[in-house]
């Protein structure tokens, strides 16, 4: 099971574009690349999800380069609002949902 | 529509005790699943069902731990009896995707035990 590195915290200010980067250097052939947001008080909340390339929502946009190895999680225009905690979770889309793994996440927090 | 919703959403009970965690999935989801962060750690799988069958308890961390699913729609996640480790926050989530796909799920806010 591909395991995830991201940084433990950032910070930004709002109207900022803001980049959180995941490393999964293991990460296998069928593995998907998953992010969740989590507010305080708050479970996970399913953002985005992606093989390859680039995906787009209207929440976030997710980078994937060709070799996989890592994504990068994309916010726009970021308010206080985006203040949470995001997770990176790598595996397969058919598999068990125990090697479903959320790790410690990236705080992101926001300021005026 | 209406989310995932969790009761109570906070519970303090004495070591020794019990404890009866209920969860409500979106309607029409047949995957429930619940979850836990125990001291602040992270958060760690527990089990799914599949409609009312118990399709994956890897997770749950001993037979003091009992979920149910009757029906196919709320489940509810028993702790007899409360240890202090099992402080935590307890999530439960749902999905209605079959065939396996189990990263898109949309989680409850959770149900903050303290046992003392």
């Known amino acids: 099971l591909a395991k995830t590195t991201q940084p433990i915290s950032m910070d930004s200010y709002e109207g900022q574009e803001v980049n959180i980067t995941c490393s999964h250097n293991?990460?296998?052939?069928?593995?998907?690349i998953t992010w969740y947001q989590q507010f305080p008080s708050q479970g996970p909340r399913f953002i985005i999800q992606?093989?390859?390339t680039k995906v787009t929502n209207e929440v976030a946009s997710l980078f994937i380069p060709a070799d996989r190895k890592s994504s990068t999680l994309s916010l726009p225009r970021v308010s206080l609002s985006d203040t949470a905690v995001y997770y990176c979770?790598?595996?397969?889309?058919?598999?068990?949902?125990?090697?479903?793994?959320f790790g410690s996440g990236t705080r992101l927090s926001i300021r005026p | 529509e209406a989310g995932v919703t969790q009761f109570p959403s906070h519970s303090v009970i004495e070591k020794g005790q019990t404890v009866t965690l209920r969860c409500d999935p979106i309607?029409?989801?047949?995957?429930l699943y619940w979850y836990r962060r125990v001291m602040g750690k992270e958060i760690k799988f527990l089990l799914h069902?599949?409609?009312?069958?118990?399709?994956?308890e890897s997770g749950m961390p001993n037979n003091r731990f009992l979920a149910e699913r009757t029906g196919g729609t709320y489940s509810t996640l028993k702790v007899q009896p409360a240890e202090l480790e099992d402080s935590g926050v307890y999530f439960c989530?749902?999905?209605?995707?079959?065939?396996?796909?189990?990263?898109?799920?949309?989680f409850g806010p959770g149900t903050r035990l303290t046992v003392t």
């Open positions: 989530a749902s999905s209605q995707v079959s065939g396996g796909q189990y990263y898109e799920q949309y």
């Open positions: 293991n990460i296998a052939t069928n593995d998907y």
């Open positions: 992606g093989y390859k």
């Open positions: 979770l790598v595996g397969p889309l058919y598999s068990s949902a125990s090697k479903i793994i």
């Open positions: 309607s029409g989801h047949d995957n």
């Open positions: 069902f599949v409609k009312e069958s118990k399709q994956d």
